[in-house]
């Protein structure tokens, strides 16, 4: 079965341009997370999905960064207008429901110049 | 907020020794702590939790302890071998009946076994 889908796996833009990531988490997977992880950091949550809804956005910076997942399938994160800091990987993880077992992709890696 | 300090930032080990990696927690609340391996260019994975109500879980050559008291957990690897190379990270968060919680991480160990 195939594990959580992120693309691209890398980009690089300059600053103040518009980028989005997309994930396509596990079949089945209801509950779907977008966390944020700096270099030689842990992974910090942005945003948890369950289903469509936005259960917990409290650490997503909502001047510049948005997401969605209008069916309840896939997401996308976008930044707009990316800044120098906001250099990062940006995971997606994804679990059979709100207790289960956090799936990661191999993550985004967004580079600003 | 909870805050998860994570020792040491890395680790050298000679193949087949011991590692074991330590953090500690604010929240008391806090009643999961999973511990997650990452391998370079990869997500990280689950690679073993334990929850508050126990105070040890051991799955074949890795183990967890937690001491609630002290607030601290820590992850045991016996019998290294070079495949166990990456960089683990702890993390804690207080799981409810009907989710885990949000998870907060530590900064990661980059653990390297030398053959």
């Known amino acids: 079965e195939a594990g959580v889908v992120q693309s691209p796996r890398y980009k690089i833009i300059e600053k103040k341009q518009p980028v989005a990531f997309w994930c396509n988490p596990i079949?089945?997977?209801?509950?779907l997370y977008w966390y944020l992880q700096n270099l030689g950091q842990g992974p910090e949550l942005l945003i948890r999905?369950?289903?469509?809804?936005?259960?917990?956005d409290s650490q997503l910076p909502k001047d510049r960064f948005s997401a969605e997942r209008l069916k309840g399938v896939d997401s996308t994160l976008k930044i707009q207008p990316a800044e120098l800091g906001d250099s990062a990987v940006y995971l997606c993880?994804?679990?059979?429901?709100?207790?289960?077992?956090?799936?990661f992709g191999e993550g985004s890696r967004l580079t600003v110049l | 907020g909870e805050n998860v300090e994570q020792h040491p930032s890395t680790l050298s080990v000679q193949e087949g020794d011991s590692a074991v990696i330590k953090c500690t927690y604010s929240?008391?609340?806090?009643?999961?702590f999973p511990w997650y391996k990452q391998e370079l260019g990869k997500g990280p994975q689950l690679i073993i939790d334990?929850?508050?109500?126990?105070g040890e879980k051991k799955d074949q050559r890795i183990a967890v302890t937690l001491n609630k008291t002290a607030k601290h957990f820590s992850l045991h690897i016996t019998e290294t071998q070079p495949e166990d190379s990456a960089v683990y990270f702890c993390?804690?968060?207080?799981?409810?009946?009907?989710?885990?919680?949000?998870?907060?991480f530590g900064q990661g160990t980059t653990l390297q076994v030398k053959p």
């Open positions: 993880a994804s679990s059979l429901g709100p207790t289960g077992e956090l799936f």
């Open positions: 079949s089945g997977h209801n509950t």
């Open positions: 999905y369950e289903n469509e809804e936005a259960v917990d």
């Open positions: 929240d008391s609340a806090s009643n999961y």
């Open positions: 334990i929850r508050s109500n126990v």
């Open positions: 993390a804690a968060s207080r799981a409810g009946s009907s989710n885990t919680g949000k998870l907060i």
